[in-house]
């Protein structure tokens, strides 16, 4: 058993020292030179472990230990016919509904055309002005 040490903190309360982590192996070199078939070279370290071994702390939390999860079941897809059909439907029903209650042309467009104008005119390019009787538009 380690012996207590002060936490520091004034109140008296001490806990048992850590013990030091175990120091984590350096990983392997990379081969530098090539060699010829069948042929191995000086310090090939292909055989040794390519990641460090896991930590104590991993080890005693059983997070090295701990099972697989259940395989998820496969998900059910609706036949691609029946998503076109979906899709289509959700179409017809976000449009059709206002075919025809706009022509092709904004019937504001000739406002908008006049307020620019009385904009250029003016040369008030921040407040619109609609009809010249000191009406802004909007109020």
Known sequence: MSEPSDLGNGDGISAP???????????????????????????????????????????????????????????RRLPEWLVRVLVVGFACGLYLPNIGSFGLWDPWETHYGEVTRYMIETGDWVHPWWGYKGEKIGT
Request: overall charge negative.
């Open 17 to 75: 020292a850590q013990p030091a982590p175990a120091p984590v192996p350096p990983l392997t070199e990379p081969r530098t030179a090539t060699a010829k078939d069948g042929e191995r070279l000086e310090g090939d370290h292909l055989d040794g472990p390519l990641v460090p071994p896991p930590s104590l702390p991993l080890l005693a939390s059983g997070l090295m230990n701990a099972p697989e999860p259940a395989p998820r079941a496969p998900r």
